[in-house]
């Protein structure tokens, strides 16, 4: 059928491929948390989080009312959590983060996918701080700061760009937060989570290593053992 077809039917199956590792990963995390408490989300902060955010990613809410309800049937199922270092293309550096029922597969496929692309394993995470991610619609950013300081919350920072309110905070201070800016009348977070953030950005200026960089992040970004990525290209 031509070199046409073979692309689109590529691109198309990728695409599947992203979009079922999405929900993979979506479910583990929402059983994961529903399993770690009270199976509702107004009683339990992990879950209500996890909810949010892969509701912000365009997960479905079957995906989503599936997992609960595994939960709550008391499934004995598990995973495990781990994390993984690696250089890449072009002098990028990676964490990892997975959620699996088996690791040996986990660091088997993610190793596989980096040496694929001309990385390696290594140690990188100190180019990264841990931060409480808040992101959320607002226009009053000195607010939210003073707010927050008020509320004895180790702020970082507090951004505001295009309407959208950034705000970074010490991972021990990241419930504590949401509670604080939940009870300045935040009902939806486009971002609610822990992340890993560079301490300085690159750019891949070379074509053939932002080609494999691109690459990589598509082949990690299919693997259902795969949790969360993180990296410091912009």
């Given at each position: 059928?031509?070199?046409?077809?073979?692309?689109?039917?590529?691109?198309?199956?990728?695409?599947?491929?992203a979009r079922s590792a999405l929900f993979m990963r979506a479910s583990k995390e929402i059983y994961m948390a529903a399993k770690s408490g009270?199976?509702?989300?107004?009683?339990?902060?992990?879950?209500?989080?996890?909810?949010?955010?892969?509701?912000?990613?365009?997960?479905?809410?079957?995906?989503?009312?599936?997992?609960?309800?595994?939960?709550?049937?008391?499934?004995?199922?598990?995973?495990?959590?781990?994390?993984?270092?690696?250089?890449?293309?072009?002098?990028?550096?990676?964490?990892?983060?997975?959620?699996?029922?088996?690791?040996?597969?986990?660091?088997?496929?993610?190793?596989?996918?980096?040496?694929?692309?001309?990385?390696?394993?290594?140690?990188?995470?100190?180019?990264?701080?841990?931060?409480?991610?808040?992101?959320?619609?607002?226009?009053?950013?000195?607010?939210?700061?003073?707010?927050?300081?008020?509320?004895?919350?180790?702020?970082?920072?507090?951004?505001?760009?295009?309407?959208?309110?950034?705000?970074?905070?010490?991972?021990?201070?990241?419930?504590?937060?949401?509670?604080?800016?939940?009870?300045?009348?935040?009902?939806?977070?486009?971002?609610?989570?822990?992340?890993?953030?560079?301490?300085?950005?690159?750019?891949?200026?070379?074509?053939?290593?932002?080609?494999?960089?691109?690459?990589?992040?598509?082949?990690?970004?299919?693997?259902?053992?795969?949790?969360?990525?993180?990296?410091?290209?912009?």
């Amino acid at each position: 059928m031509g070199r046409a077809h073979e692309v689109r039917a590529k691109a198309m199956a990728a695409t599947a491929a992203a979009r079922s590792a999405l929900f993979m990963r979506a479910s583990k995390e929402i059983y994961m948390a529903a399993k770690s408490g009270e199976p509702d989300p107004d009683m339990n902060l992990a879950l209500r989080s996890a909810i949010e955010k892969w509701k912000g990613q365009n997960v479905t809410k079957d995906v989503i009312e599936r997992a609960i309800q595994k939960a709550k049937g008391g499934s004995a199922e598990s995973y495990t959590s781990g994390l993984y270092e690696a250089f890449g293309p072009g002098n990028s550096y990676f964490i990892i983060e997975s959620l699996t029922d088996n690791t040996n597969r986990a660091l088997t496929e993610i190793r596989t996918a980096i040496t694929k692309k001309g990385g390696h394993l290594g140690t990188v995470a100190y180019n990264f701080t841990q931060y409480g991610v808040l992101a959320f619609k607002g226009n009053n950013r000195d607010e939210v700061e003073e707010t927050l300081i008020l509320g004895d919350v180790d702020v970082n920072s507090v951004t505001e760009e295009d309407g959208v309110i950034e705000v970074l905070v010490s991972p021990t201070d990241f419930g504590k937060a949401r509670d604080v800016l939940s009870g300045m009348g935040v009902k939806e977070f486009d971002v609610a989570e822990i992340s890993y953030i560079p301490n300085e950005y690159i750019e891949i200026s070379d074509p053939e290593d932002r080609r494999k960089f691109d690459e990589l992040c598509d082949m990690l970004d299919e693997l259902q053992d795969v949790q969360n990525v993180y990296h410091n290209v912009k």
